[in-house]
């Protein structure tokens, strides 16, 4: 991965994880150990899931540029559903509490989102290669 890409991950990350914390704190608090679990196990979901989808994007706009956009909204639609499909899996799970799993989800999910527009909004990405000095057409 470029330097750039694992700049604005670590950038979307972070403070996904940082969120995640403090959902595992507020958490454990509120319902105990099994809701500390529940927060733990949602961020470590949403980073995964969305790291995931940014490498596969990054990839998609160096191989097939024409497509990146469709692939972005296909990508983040897909996210959101696989996302709900495992909220609906751990609904009635005994494995952690189920309500902080999805509070944390939904938060991650929305810090990352957060964060990975704010990366891009500040990144200084070149649109169009800038032709090399000493070269005349």
Do not use: C
Not at 22 to 27: E, G, L, M, N, R
């Amino acid at each position: 991965m470029p330097s750039n890409d694992v700049r604005i991950l670590l950038q979307a990350a972070v403070p996904t994880a940082a969120v995640g914390a403090i959902a595992a704190v507020v958490s454990g608090v509120v319902v105990g150990g099994k809701g500390a679990i529940g927060a733990v196990v949602a961020t470590l979901v949403v980073i995964l899931f969305m790291g995931l989808g940014l490498y596969i994007l990054q990839r998609t706009a160096k191989s097939l540029p024409h497509l990146f956009q469709a692939m972005g909204l296909m990508l983040y639609g897909a996210q959101i559903l696989l996302l709900f499909i495992f909220m609906a899996a751990f609904k009635n799970t005994t494995l952690f509490h189920p309500r902080a799993f999805a509070f944390t989800l939904v938060a991650g999910t929305l810090a990352w989102i957060a964060a990975q527009t704010r990366a891009h909004m500040k990144s200084k990405i070149l649109y169009v290669e800038p032709e090399k000095s000493g070269h005349s057409s």
